[in-house]
T-cell receptor, first 112, second 118 residues
């Protein structure tokens, strides 16, 4: 699986958009980009995933660059409850395809 | 819909003692995972089950760790004997049967069991 690089921490003002970057320059053509988050003392929670096209759901938007070497998770209106560690994961379709390989993630702190 | 249930939520034991964690996955999910999460790090996979079969246990320390998933539903992870370095959060996750689309295989995590070995 391709490795990802994320900033260790970010702050965001409540009500503003939170933009979390992720670099995955070695991603291969059939690998998806997944985002999970982990609120303190809870298990990770799925947010969104994508392959090539931008994706949006009720939680967030995922913007993947045309060359697929990086992506950005956007929380359009961050709230205090969005404070969590956000993990960007690139996942292979073959072999241990169901394994999620977590890095250290980005600690997002939403400030009042 | 009930989520993944784990118990206990917290466990404190002395080194060399045995310990067991229990997981009840989401109903209908045939794939079950056990992860270990050390402080300040992301979760690491220990074992993955497809129904009753352990299909990936390459990261499970087999000298002291064991797991079972009888009848392909609930699962138990055991450590015997526990060591100081086993202190971590043990997470269970499950995912539904693929419907032919890889992209729908999302994992759902339980709250975890925080183990402290003294």
């Amino acid at each position: 699986d391709a490795k990802t690089t994320q900033p260790p921490s970010m702050d965001c003002a409540e009500g503003r958009a939170a933009n979390l970057p992720c670099n995955h320059s070695t991603i291969s053509g059939n690998e998806y980009v997944y985002w999970y988050r982990q609120i303190h003392s809870q298990g990770p929670q799925y947010i969104i995933h994508g392959l090539k096209n931008n994706e949006t759901n009720e939680m967030a938007s995922l913007i993947i660059t045309e060359d697929r070497k990086s992506s950005t998770l956007i929380l359009p209106h961050a709230t205090l409850r969005d404070t969590a560690v956000y993990y960007c994961i690139v996942r292979s379709r073959s072999g241990s395809a169901r394994q999620l390989t977590f890095g250290s993630g980005t600690q997002l702190t939403v400030l009042p | 819909e009930a989520g993944v249930v784990q118990s206990p939520r917290y466990k404190i034991i002395e080194k060399k003692q045995p310990v067991a964690f229990w997981c009840n996955p989401i109903s209908g999910h045939n794939t079950l995972y056990w992860y270990r999460q050390n402080l300040g790090q992301g979760p690491e996979l220990l074992i993955r089950y497809e129904n009753e079969e352990a299909v990936d246990d390459s990261q499970l320390p087999k000298d002291r760790f064991s797991a079972e998933r009888l009848k392909g539903v609930d699962s138990t992870l055991k450590i015997q004997p526990a060591e100081l370095g086993d202190s971590a959060v043990y997470l269970c996750a499950s995912s539904p049967i693929l419907d032919g689309k890889f992209s729908t295989d999302t994992q759902y995590f339980g709250p975890g069991t925080r183990l402290t070995v003294l």
